[in-house]
């Protein structure tokens, strides 16, 4: 069953039949009969070819590290487990249908464990841990192979006082006679034929893909994708054509391959060589070979397939791709396998997209003061955006606290402040002698020359509590001062991004389209604002900028609009790429830009443009004070 062609991609995959494709497989022969999963494997390496041909295989293996890394686990896992029987000695134990209601029927069979089983597996597990361990460049899985052999020969003519379950005892005698023959019928293509291939041939070409990218991972290489589905569409048509089974990557053997000191496509044929040899010559010695001494060697290739230092790593720095390497191992471990790794890249696929939107809804960009002088400042947006909104609600609270003064110093109660339309209606009546009536709970207060209000009793508090921006809660005492510490802080921070600077450069970088305009356009606002910013010119930055849509240019637009209404004259700089650059020509604001002289092919351009301007307006003015005089 096992073919291995040399043009494969990766140089330690073991192609053979699988667990992977066993259910699908057993399936088919149950319904269609044994003689047609030669012909499904020939139809599948036909549909493999097909990828190749097209290079799909690229949208086979969309899934990040932590969902290969839980894969790993699970399928470690599953061969770790399903040794449970072989390990404790445990026979004639019934069969069920999936993983999990298996290793519940191992367990309840526990009891039953037999002592000679579980000390030749444990001692056969240890030696080989030990031994690979002390001289990790030797084979030992040979070695203790062919070591359990001879016990077991021995063990099966009596030799020996123990008794050991062997390959012979759990699955009969194996067969030596090789037959290709292949007998096609033309009742063998039915409506379920394609179907069924492509089941196996999806289940094959993911399978040896991942197998592919553990064996990279455990070997720091790199395979060739597109050759590697070459080799496993050929080794699918030549197993059909000779009677055999659909085959893909074996990711136990590809394991023991790596952990053995494989180092090339050579240990692949090697292995199908000794295959054949084993089936042929020396399988009346390879069926002596004990169950635990399987188990033993299949338990050290599941332990030494999870490295780690790996989870380790995803633990301490990468929280979610450790989250996501627990469920991938757990869906694969209770679900199946290829069913699992199905859902998981299915789910990933959604995650992704999800997690693309929110990176792009973000909105890239930074923004920077540049002078003549060369020298730059980089501006926090989001910090001055806070600041701004910080002082802007002082200055409110201020102008507040200053009216209720005002109000306390003429005997005025703050709550009847708000009989009144405005406390602007007040100052004004009181200074221009305007005779003001308010009706109110039938009450008249009128002011002529001097302000007549009611002197009912009142109580104010001396402290007051308000929320801010942030959701904190701010005290302002009755004398608070314009010097206040706090309020000194803001303006500083604001005068550092104002004082002595010409160009502010807004640089986007990456996408500006429908999912990140409006956070762009916050930005803007925010910089546009001279409580922020006071520079006359300002350019918008569009080289690393290499996508654009409707949306963003509507945003651009906007972008422009925004600048100039505060007085800022508008230059862009950088619309080089293709997308960028073919979205803006045919757009008014732009050519409009272009025949102004205000587009750069970069922003330090635009800089030197701003200080000849900055220069010739200088001079203009030296002229006109020298002819003028003063």
Not at 107 to 115: F, G, K, S
Not at 176 to 194: F, G, P, R, T, Y
Not at 383 to 392: D, P
Request: with cysteine.
């Amino acid at each position: 069953y096992q073919r291995r062609v040399h043009g494969g991609g990766s140089h330690y995959n073991i192609v053979g039949p699988t667990g992977s494709l066993s259910g699908l497989l057993n399936d088919y022969a149950n319904r269609m009969g044994t003689p047609y999963l030669s012909v499904i494997s020939f139809f599948s390496g036909i549909i493999i070819l097909l990828i190749w041909v097209f290079k799909l295989s690229r949208y086979f293996l969309l899934i990040p590290t932590g969902v290969v890394e839980g894969f790993t686990l699970g399928v470690a896992a599953i061969i770790a487990v399903n040794q449970m029987n072989s390990a404790l000695g445990l026979t004639n134990i019934p069969v069920q249908d999936s993983f999990m209601s298996n290793t519940l029927e191992s367990l309840y069979h526990i009891p039953e464990t037999n002592l000679t089983t579980i000390s030749f597996f444990l001692f056969h597990f240890i030696a080989l841990i030990l031994l690979i361990k002390r001289w990790p460049s030797i084979p030992w899985s040979i070695f203790i192979a062919w070591e359990g052999v001879a016990i077991g020969l021995l063990s099966n003519l009596g030799m020996i006082p123990i008794h050991l379950i062997t390959l012979k005892d759990r699955y009969g005698s194996i067969p030596v006679a090789i037959n290709i023959h292949v007998k096609l019928e033309k009742n063998m293509i039915s409506e379920s034929l394609i179907p069924s291939a492509f089941g196996c041939s999806f289940i094959a070409v993911i399978e040896s893909l991942i197998s592919a990218r553990i064996a990279d991972r455990m070997t720091r290489t790199h395979h060739n994708q597109e050759r590697e589905i070459l080799g496993l569409g050929l080794a699918n048509v030549a197993s059909g054509l000779v009677g055999g089974i659909p085959c893909t990557a074996a990711l136990a053997r590809t394991a023991l391959n790596v952990k053995s000191g494989a180092t090339s496509r050579i240990s692949a044929i090697i292995c199908s060589m000794c295959i054949l040899i084993l089936g042929t010559a020396a399988a009346p010695l390879f069926q002596y070979l004990p169950m635990p001494t399987i188990a033993a060697l299949l338990v050290t290739v599941a332990l030494r397939m999870v490295e780690t230092e790996k989870f380790i790593h995803l633990y301490h720095y990468d929280r979610t791709g450790f989250l996501v390497c627990l469920v991938s191992a757990g869906v694969c471990i209770i679900v199946d396998t290829v069913a699992g790794l199905l859902v998981l890249q299915l789910v990933m696929f959604h995650l992704r997209i999800l997690i693309f939107a929110d990176h792009t809804s973000r909105g890239y960009s930074d923004a920077l003061i540049r002078s003549t002088r060369s020298v730059a400042k980089r501006l926090q947006v989001d910090k001055l955006a806070k600041k701004l909104e910080k002082k802007q609600y002082i200055m409110q609270i201020k102008e507040r606290s200053n009216r209720m003064r005002s109000l306390r110093k003429l005997s005025i109660n703050p709550e009847s402040a708000s009989l009144f339309t405005s406390l602007d209606l007040i100052n004004s009546s009181h200074k221009d002698n305007k005779e003001v009536d308010i009706d109110d709970n039938e009450r008249t207060y009128s002011t002529a020359g001097d302000l007549v209000l009611p002197s009912t009793p009142f109580q104010t508090s001396k402290v007051s509590y308000t929320k801010s921006p942030d959701g904190g809660d701010y005290k302002f005492p009755d004398d608070y001062h314009q010097d206040d510490e706090e309020q000194v802080t803001i303006e500083k921070d604001m005068n550092e991004c104002t004082s002595n600077n010409q160009l502010l450069v807004y640089r986007i970088s990456g996408q500006l389209n429908f999912m990140n305009a409006k956070n762009h356009l916050e930005k803007v606002r925010v910089l546009a604002d001279p409580e922020i910013v006071e520079t006359k010119y300002v350019c918008i930055a569009l080289r690393h900028l290499y996508y654009i849509d409707f949306d963003g240019v509507d945003a651009l637009h906007q972008f422009i609009d925004i600048f100039t209404s505060f007085g800022k004259t508008v230059f862009i700089s950088g619309a080089i790429h293709g997308n960028v650059k073919k979205m803006l020509k045919n757009h008014d604001f732009y050519r409009e830009r272009v025949t102004k002289g205000h587009v750069f092919e970069n922003y330090k351009f635009a800089m030197e443009y701003c200080s000849q301007i900055t220069e010739q307006s200088h001079h203009d003015w030296t002229i006109n004070m020298h002819i003028h005089g003063d």
